[in-house]
């Protein structure tokens, strides 16, 4: 599950990671769009003198992306692990203001 709050200051998305450690979790950012995945491996097995009774493998991975408004600060974006949450921050900038339209003079034939 992923939550996007965005603040005053920043946007903030919140998404669940249960078992999942810091190595385990890559966030990029490219072109505007803040891409979270991860992959984590899990093996367990049990042994009774030299037979393997049960062997169990398990594979998870997951991939989002999130495309942003340009009035973002790339250089600024922190992630955090806690708790199994998953917490980046993309802080936000004064937006660049908007040039006024120009005006075409329509000349007569």
Request: hydrophobic content about 30%; aromatic content about 4%; charged content about 35%.
């Amino acid at each position: 599950m992923q939550d996007i709050v965005e603040t005053k200051d920043a946007f903030e998305l919140h998404a669940d990671a249960p078992g999942f450690t810091p190595q385990d979790i890559d966030v990029k950012m490219q072109d505007g769009v803040l891409t979270i995945s991860g992959k984590r491996t899990e093996e367990k097995h049990e042994e009774q003198g030299e037979k393997v009774v049960r062997r169990e493998r398990h594979f998870t991975t997951f991939t989002r992306s999130f495309t942003l408004p340009d009035n973002i600060k790339e250089e600024g974006i922190t992630a955090s692990l806690d708790k199994g949450v998953l917490r980046v921050m993309v802080p936000k900038v004064e937006p660049a203001p908007k040039p006024e339209p120009k005006r075409i003079t329509v000349s007569g034939a």
